[in-house]
């Protein structure tokens, strides 16, 4: 199983991203794809998820301003960042969880917003 993030970089605030997760190795219509965050310090945390039937959800930090997305037949999914804050700053990674169980990771994306 592989997972491939891409997309991160440095933008100023307010600036837009868009990083992808191309996958191998799983049946990906039925994992639900996430994408998470680390910022220094911080403990990692759920960014935002869909479902392989395409119901989204996402913390209260990026709701309005993110929005994930995914493309089936491709393997792959999205998230758009728009409004980009410094406090977006952080190592973007996206996880493929099946049924509840342990996730598989990506390994992660660097996105640094200035102000």
């Known amino acids: 199983v592989q997972l491939q993030a891409s997309g991160g970089g440095l933008v100023q605030a307010g600036g837009s991203l868009r990083l992808s997760c191309a996958t191998s190795g799983i049946v990906f219509i039925g994992y639900t794809m996430a994408w998470y965050r680390q910022s220094p310090g911080k403990q990692r945390e759920l960014a935002a998820f869909?479902?392989?039937?395409?119901?989204?959800d996402y913390a209260d930090s990026v709701k309005g301003r993110f929005t994930i997305s995914r493309d089936n037949a491709k393997k792959t999914v999205f998230l758009q960042m728009n409004s980009l804050k410094p406090e977006d700053t952080a190592v973007y990674y996206c996880?493929?969880?099946?049924?509840?169980?342990?996730?598989?990771w990506g390994q992660g994306t660097l996105v640094t917003v200035s102000s």
């Open positions: 996880a493929a969880n099946f049924r509840g169980g342990a996730p598989y």
């Open positions: 869909i479902t392989g039937g395409g119901t989204a």
